[in-house]
């Protein structure tokens, strides 16, 4: 019996601790979840716009009457934006929007370049303008849906991303079959 009480002394020391890392591990919370980073980059999501339009293949493109002006200010900023110049090619394109505010097309453009400036709310809000004055067809209206569908997956807005890619759908107007 007395060696079983040296055992027990020997051990009591060490009761303490032992309750209180077992408290201590019952108080603790989950650490937070660190947010999601975009898994795309902002050259990749534009990509993925500018594929959208080029996948379309409605029978419906409406291609409205452009000023030359207009035209070559849109050719110089995408020169710009080919170099990674952004500032050069929004400010090219906000004189196109000065000479021109309702073009959807140059509304879609500037959406674009808002992207690989990271600013992603001025991004949305033009390529929302763009689709509302535009023809709600065709490859401009592709374009239009599937940056909502990116800045929606940069989110992490499962539910927006989802509809706004059924609106890319909508914009085809496939053609009469005929054989």
Known sequence: MIMQFRSLRAFHPFVPAIAAGVLLAACAQPAPEAPKT?????AAMVAEI???GDRDKSVINVAPLVDPGVTALQSAARNFERYGQYDA???KLEQA???SHNS???????AELAIYMSDY???EKLAQQSWSLGSKQGPLCARNWQTIVELRQRANDTAGAEAASKSVAACNEAGIQRF
């Open 38 to 42: 975009p898994s795309k980059s902002n």
């Open 50 to 52: 500018q594929a959208a």
């Open 89 to 91: 090619a929004a400010a």
């Open 97 to 99: 929007l000065q000479q």
């Open 104 to 110: 959807p097309d140059v509304l879609q453009d500037r």
């Open 121 to 123: 709310a001025m991004a």
